[in-house]
Nanobody, 119 residues
Framework: QVQLVESGGGLVQPGGSLRLSCAAS????????MGWYRQAPGKQRELVAV???????HYADSVKGRFTISRDNAKNMVSLQMNSLKPEDTAVYYC?????????????WGQGTQVTVSS
């Protein structure tokens, strides 16, 4: 089993910064991707950023140049540095670990952490 615990959310003014962290425990393999998704009220969950085991990264267009995802395989942690935050970044942010095997793909999710960008 895999457990993911996020931390670091909160209230921040537009233009401010926050850093989210996700601690993973259980059967974690560094070659599987980890990422961050978000869900705003009334909207579907969307990908924010993902990092592979080889440290390749992919970002949603809406956060490119403002957010940076990083991973510490030794500590089984993934972080999301969010700069120049905008009100439209307000959402619950979820950590994700995707396990792919011959039997298929399985997604694990954290409980989510609220990020609110407001003056």
């Amino acid at each position: 089993q895999v457990q993911l615990v996020e931390s670091g959310g909160g209230l921040v003014q537009p233009g401010g910064s926050l850093r989210l962290s996700c601690a993973a425990s259980g059967r974690i393999f560094s070659n599987y991707p980890m990422g961050w998704y978000r869900q705003a009220p009334g909207k579907q969950r969307e990908l924010v950023a993902v990092i592979t085991g080889g440290s390749s990264t992919h970002y949603a267009d809406s956060v490119k140049g403002r957010f940076t995802i990083s991973r510490d395989n030794a500590k089984n942690m993934v972080s999301l540095q969010m700069n120049s935050l905008k009100p439209e970044d307000t959402a619950v942010y979820y950590c994700n670990y995707r396990e792919a095997s011959m039997s298929g793909v399985r997604d694990y999710w954290g409980q989510g952490t609220q990020v609110t960008v407001s003056s």
